[in-house]
C-alpha cells in the first residue's frame, strides 16, 4: 500500500487543522492505521492508532482530548483531526499502515510496515 499525506501547515496556538492519509489499493479496510509525529531533534512519536473497522481507537497522553483519528473506508482515507493546537505539536506527520485481522489494534511504531512521506504542522505561539 502507499500512503500520501496532505493537510499540514502553519497554524495559530489553539487553532485546528486537519490531516488527511490517502491509501492507494482496493484492501484499504484491511489495515490498520496509524499516525505518527517527529518534532527536530526528538524521536518519533506514536500519535493514534484505528483499527479496521474504526472501533477502536488509541492516542498518545500528549494529545488525548485535542487529536481525533478516523477513517473513511470508501475513500481509502484516514485523517487526524487536530484542535487546541499547541507549539509543542510542531513536528513533520507521518501516516502509517499494517494488514490486520479482525479488530487489533497495534499501538507500537513498529508495528507498522508501510509509511507515507511527512506533512509539516508548524504551530506558532
Known amino acids: 500500500v502507499q500512503l500520501q499525506a496532505s493537510g499540514g501547515g502553519l497554524v495559530q496556538a489553539g487553532g485546528s487543522l486537519r490531516l488527511s492519509c490517502a491509501a492507494s489499493?482496493?484492501?484499504?479496510?484491511?489495515?490498520?492505521m496509524a499516525w505518527s509525529r517527529q518534532a527536530p531533534g526528538k524521536e518519533r512519536e506514536l500519535v493514534a492508532t484505528i483499527n479496521r473497522s474504526a472501533g477502536n481507537t488509541y492516542y498518545a497522553e500528549s494529545v488525548k482530548g485535542r487529536f481525533t483519528i478516523s477513517r473513511d473506508n470508501a475513500k481509502n482515507t484516514v485523517y487526524l483531526q487536530m484542535d487546541s493546537l499547541k507549539p509543542e505539536d510542531t513536528a513533520v506527520y507521518y501516516c502509517?499502515?499494517?494488514?490486520?485481522?479482525?479488530?487489533?489494534?497495534?499501538?507500537?511504531?513498529?508495528?507498522?510496515?508501510?509509511w507515507g512521506q511527512g506533512t509539516e504542522v508548524t504551530v506558532s505561539s
Open positions: 489499493g482496493r484492501t484499504f479496510s484491511r489495515y490498520a
Open positions: 502509517a499502515a499494517r494488514s490486520s485481522i479482525l479488530t487489533a489494534t497495534y499501538n507500537s511504531l513498529s508495528d507498522y510496515d508501510y
